[in-house]
């Protein structure tokens, strides 16, 4: 496959002297020297183009919820991932400064979320917003989709900090609201999730089966009851 031209241009430059230029020879040349290649360095990655182009991505898929991604829409926003996700390899996304906060689904792999959204009218409801509620002060994590007008369906876990980027949780609680009661669930499973991209608008998170999720800042975290 052909590369892009600024990729070709990259790769250019950052080849040993004697690749570029065969007949010059610098000072204290040699045939040692000249067989380790230069060091190259990525470029820096325009992170608010990316989100840009991711948000437009996401914006495209048609449908209530998003809940159906076209496979060459789903290529893109994966390799928009994978920029973000590099451009913030290494640094700390797990302080509650960066990670409290309430979060409103834009696009999620997460086949359970994907079910209920999609056989809501099943039930004789249809999906409202679907949220991620994180506490790290308190140590709590809900997830919340929502049946307006009343009705929700919340799991809540506790949390701990792991890492750098990785969170673990245990869920503690569930339980489906309706109109006329609240259905209690038994709460089932633990795992973690990195939170791979974060700014003051969007939270990339993959977690511990490989799934990703992408939310938008919704303000400060919004326990739901």
Known sequence: MALPAQHRAHNLLCRPLS???PNVRPAGYSARRAAAPAPCRAAAVDTKSVVAELLADIASIPGPRRADTPAEVQARIFSRVDQLKAAQQGSTTTEASTLSATWKLLWTTEKETLFIVKNAPVFGTKAG????VIDVDAKRLQNVITFPPSGAFIVDSSIAVE???RVSFKFNAAKLKTASRDWGVPPFGQGWFDTVYVDGKIRIAQDIR???LIVENDGPPR???
Not at 129 to 132: I, L, P, R, S
């Open 210 to 212: 490989g799934d990703t």
């Open 129 to 132: 917003g679907v949220y991620q």
């Open 223 to 225: 326990i739901f009851e």
């Open 163 to 165: 890492g750098p980027q």
């Open 19 to 21: 690749h570029t230029c």
